[in-house]
């Protein structure tokens, strides 16, 4: 798993952030943050404090900016900021229910005020809440929801006007194993299966991995990487762990030879290859060298080493 | 069941039209209360007035000056007589506005649904003027509705002109007395509300605010009588002579009281502004 550079540049993007800039007070939150999402799965991440939440609130124009600019389907959030809302759907993390009200009382009375006829809103609020699990609880109050119900609740009044984009805000904090599975099967199956655009910010790895194609890494308010979650691109370079017997200074002599870059580790050799021939040019060595393999194990990278790497780089650049 | 089997499809348009944000806030949040039985009674009570007044109203269209000297100013039928009778609905209103009126606001900024309201298409002032419309309606319900009400009674049970005349700019100065006093107590309470994040505590303010500054005026008044101004409701009923003409209810000028009620009002919009956020911000 890689991140790379993404090639959607904001001018062409579904949802498109320029320079943006935030801060509370005299305390930057928002610093300069430029991208362009195409209409899938993102994840947004970043330790606690890093301004993910604060990142969505300006995706919502809920924040009265700096600089920067904000565009959701071509509506500039600045100048028309009900018609970028239309087309976002927002599942905040914190609160979220309307008190006194049924669950489908609350997914139509948002439904309408996200610009629905009365009749489509509650025959839409009837649908999404069946989507969700929800249709056997729907005439409950919503106050006597559990954590999970509550979630679900919330996922629906945001899909009930049926928006481009969905903001979802930490979706599976505070649920249990199963109820994460279930939370996290229905995000992947709105963006996967019914189009929809969304944006995952959480601090769980995790549910990344099973929902996001695309990451976006915040810390301290700047973006620190934006890139796809997938498969190595051509050119990029991949990692192998060998372990084996014979003469070992001739099989590096040979790695070199090959343009490969060898490091010990402990009994582990690692070598840095190009990650399409990689496997092919080591075989190579080992056999022109006389070096007997017992492993030769790819070292994928995971999306924790990424993010770790990512966050620690930052960390170390702020020290220098 | 599986997600897949669930089913989805997006949203295809009736082509009705939507309503108005504000009227889709307004509607639900005066529909709530009235699922309560006890709210339904005590508008129904605050009615009790304006059947005494209409009784009022009968008699001395029937017996004419005889009434008067039988029940003395207390049977006015004139513009002041309907000042008085808006006076005598003061403790409905109070008690009226901190029911519907207190959890408006504080309830959606406890559970974080203001931010749920503005991220939906709709703007601060579409809110406010949802929520004002609720507070406004049941204030009208208590105030306007049975003024209208009594004056097409007199118009009905009157047999000559003068009886119609007297009665005629009734409807419209109560309109206007009532959609100014009415944006003052409205304006008032959403910015008390918005204040607060428990209901209880909300309507506490109010009362304290509407039925103590009322209590303490009086006292006060005996010291100096133009401290009378310190009166909350006091001010909102003696800005009535603006609109329906007579003697001043206290010795603080009627034009004095109304500016002191635009002046709440204008208190009122400078505190939604600062507290009307989806986030808060400390600047």
Same mark, same amino acid.
């Given at each position: 798993?890689?991140?790379?550079?993404?090639?959607?540049?904001?001018?062409?993007?579904?949802?498109?952030?320029?320079?943006?800039?935030?801060?509370?007070?005299?305390?930057?939150?928002?610093?300069?943050?430029?991208?362009?999402?195409?209409?899938?799965?993102?994840?947004?991440?970043?330790?606690?404090?890093?301004?993910?939440?604060?990142?969505?609130?300006?995706?919502?124009?809920?924040?009265?900016?700096?600089?920067?600019?904000?565009?959701?389907?071509?509506?500039?959030?600045?100048?028309?900021?009900?018609?970028?809302?239309?087309?976002?759907?927002?599942?905040?993390?914190?609160?979220?229910?309307?008190?006194?009200?049924?669950?489908?009382?609350?997914?139509?009375?948002?439904?309408?005020?996200?610009?629905?006829?009365?009749?489509?809103?509650?025959?839409?609020?009837?649908?999404?809440?069946?989507?969700?699990?929800?249709?056997?609880?729907?005439?409950?109050?919503?106050?006597?929801?559990?954590?999970?119900?509550?979630?679900?609740?919330?996922?629906?009044?945001?899909?009930?006007?049926?928006?481009?984009?969905? +903001?979802?805000?930490?979706?599976? *904090? /505070?649920?249990?194993? $199963?109820?994460?599975?279930?939370?996290? =099967?229905?995000?992947? !199956? #709105?963006?996967?299966?019914?189009?929809?655009?969304?944006?995952?910010?959480?601090?769980?790895?995790?549910?990344?991995?099973?929902?996001?194609?695309?990451?976006?890494?915040?810390?301290?308010?700047?973006?620190?990487?934006?890139?796809?979650?997938?498969?190595?691109?051509?050119?990029?370079?991949?990692?192998?762990?060998?372990?084996?017997?014979?003469?070992?200074?001739?099989?590096?002599?040979?790695?070199?030879?090959?343009?490969?870059?060898?490091?010990?580790?402990?009994?582990?050799?690692?070598?840095?290859?190009?990650?399409?021939?990689?496997?092919?040019?080591? +075989?190579?060595?080992?056999?022109? *060298? /006389?070096?007997?393999? $017992?492993?030769?194990?790819?070292?994928? =990278?995971?999306?924790? !080493? #990424?993010?770790?790497?990512?966050?620690?780089?930052?960390?170390?650049?702020?020290?220098? | 069941?599986?997600?897949?089997?669930?089913?989805?499809?997006?949203?295809?348009?009736?082509?009705?039209?939507?309503?108005?944000?504000?009227?889709?806030?307004?509607?639900?949040?005066?529909?709530?209360?009235?699922?309560?039985?006890?709210?339904?009674?005590?508008?129904?009570?605050?009615?009790?007035?304006?059947?005494?007044?209409?009784?009022?109203?009968?008699?001395?269209?029937?017996?004419?000056?005889?009434?008067?000297?039988?029940?003395?100013?207390?049977?006015?039928?004139?513009?002041?007589?309907?000042?008085?009778?808006?006076?005598?609905?003061?403790?409905?209103?109070?008690?009226?506005?901190?029911?519907?009126?207190?959890?408006?606001?504080?309830?959606?900024?406890?559970?974080?649904?203001?931010?749920?309201?503005?991220?939906?298409?709709?703007?601060?002032?579409?809110?406010?003027?949802?929520?004002?419309?609720?507070?406004?309606?049941?204030?009208?319900?208590?105030?306007?509705?049975?003024?209208?009400?009594?004056?097409?009674?007199?118009?009905?049970?009157?047999?000559?002109?003068?009886?119609?005349?007297?009665?005629?700019?009734?409807?419209?100065?109560?309109?206007?007395?009532?959609?100014?006093?009415?944006?003052?107590?409205?304006?008032?309470?959403?910015?008390?509300?918005?204040?607060?994040?428990?209901?209880?505590?909300?309507?506490?303010?109010?009362?304290?605010?509407?039925?103590?500054?009322?209590?303490?005026?009086?006292?006060?008044?005996?010291?100096?009588?133009?401290?009378?101004?310190?009166?909350?409701?006091?001010?909102?009923?003696?800005?009535?002579?603006?609109?329906?003409?007579?003697?001043?209810?206290?010795?603080?000028?009627?034009?004095?009281?109304?500016?002191?009620?635009?002046?709440?009002?204008?208190?009122?919009?400078?505190?939604?502004?600062?507290?009307?956020?989806?986030?808060?911000?400390?600047?």
């Amino acid at each position: 798993m890689e991140a790379t550079k993404t090639a959607v540049k904001p001018a062409a993007a579904a949802i498109a952030v320029r320079d943006l800039t935030f801060a509370y007070a005299a305390a930057p939150v928002l610093q300069d943050v430029s991208f362009g999402l195409e209409k899938r799965a993102v994840g947004l991440l970043g330790p606690n404090g890093s301004g993910k939440t604060t990142l969505l609130r300006a995706l919502l124009g809920h924040l009265p900016l700096k600089r920067g600019s904000v565009t959701v389907m071509g509506c500039d959030m600045a100048r028309d900021p009900r018609g970028a809302r239309r087309r976002i759907g927002w599942m905040p993390e914190r609160g979220g229910i309307l008190p006194g009200m049924s669950g489908v009382a609350m997914v139509a009375y948002l439904g309408e005020l996200g610009g629905m006829p009365p009749t489509d809103a509650l025959q839409r609020a009837h649908e999404v809440l069946n989507y969700v699990g929800l249709a056997d609880e729907r005439y409950r109050e919503a106050d006597t929801y559990s954590q999970g119900m509550r979630q679900r609740l919330k996922l629906a009044q945001a899909l009930v006007h049926d928006p481009d984009w969905l +903001l979802l805000d930490e979706p599976t *904090s /505070g649920l249990d194993p $199963r109820g994460r599975v279930s939370m996290l =099967e229905l995000m992947r !199956d #709105l963006a996967a299966n019914k189009g929809f655009g969304i944006i995952l910010s959480t601090h769980l790895l995790a549910d990344v991995r099973e929902v996001c194609q695309e990451i976006l890494v915040l810390r301290q308010g700047r973006l620190l990487s934006h890139g796809r979650v997938e498969a190595a691109p051509p050119g990029a370079t991949a990692q192998f762990l060998v372990e084996g017997f014979g003469d070992e200074p001739a099989f590096q002599a040979a790695l070199r030879e090959a343009g490969l870059e060898a490091v010990r580790r402990e009994r582990l050799l690692e070598i840095t290859a190009p990650a399409d021939a990689g496997a092919r040019l080591v +075989l190579a060595a080992a056999s022109a *060298s /006389g070096f007997a393999l $017992r492993r030769l194990q790819p070292r994928r =990278e995971t999306l924790e !080493d #990424l993010f770790y790497q990512l966050v620690d780089d930052a960390d170390d650049a702020r020290k220098d | 069941m599986p997600v897949y089997e669930r089913g989805y499809r997006p949203w295809e348009h009736s082509g009705r039209r939507a309503r108005a944000p504000w009227w889709t806030i307004a509607r639900r949040g005066i529909a709530e209360p009235l699922k309560s039985r006890r709210l339904l009674f005590l508008l129904a009570v605050a009615w009790v007035p304006a059947i005494v007044k209409g009784g009022i109203l009968y008699f001395t269209f029937q017996m004419g000056e005889l009434s008067r000297l039988i029940g003395g100013k207390w049977t006015d039928i004139g513009p002041r007589g309907f000042l008085t009778y808006l006076g005598w609905q003061s403790p409905f209103v109070l008690i009226l506005l901190a029911i519907v009126g207190s959890g408006l606001i504080s309830r959606d900024r406890r559970e974080n649904g203001l931010a749920l309201y503005l991220a939906r298409p709709l703007n601060v002032r579409d809110y406010v003027l949802g929520k004002g419309a609720v507070i406004m309606f049941y204030y009208f319900a208590v105030t306007l509705l049975p003024v209208w009400a009594l004056c097409l009674f007199g118009y009905l049970v009157t047999s000559g002109a003068t009886g119609m005349q007297m009665l005629l700019l009734i409807p419209l100065q109560a309109l206007a007395y009532c959609l100014v006093t009415g944006a003052g107590f409205t304006l008032v309470l959403l910015a008390l509300s918005s204040v607060g994040q428990r209901t209880v505590f909300v309507a506490l303010w109010w009362v304290l605010l509407y039925a103590g500054t009322d209590g303490l005026a009086q006292i006060m008044s005996l010291f100096s009588p133009g401290l009378q101004i310190l009166n909350f409701p006091g001010q909102f009923l003696n800005a009535g002579i603006v609109f329906f003409g007579g003697e001043p209810l206290c010795e603080v000028p009627p034009v004095l009281s109304l500016l002191v009620v635009l002046a709440y009002a204008a208190l009122g919009v400078w505190v939604l502004r600062r507290r009307i956020k989806p986030v808060e911000v400390v600047a």
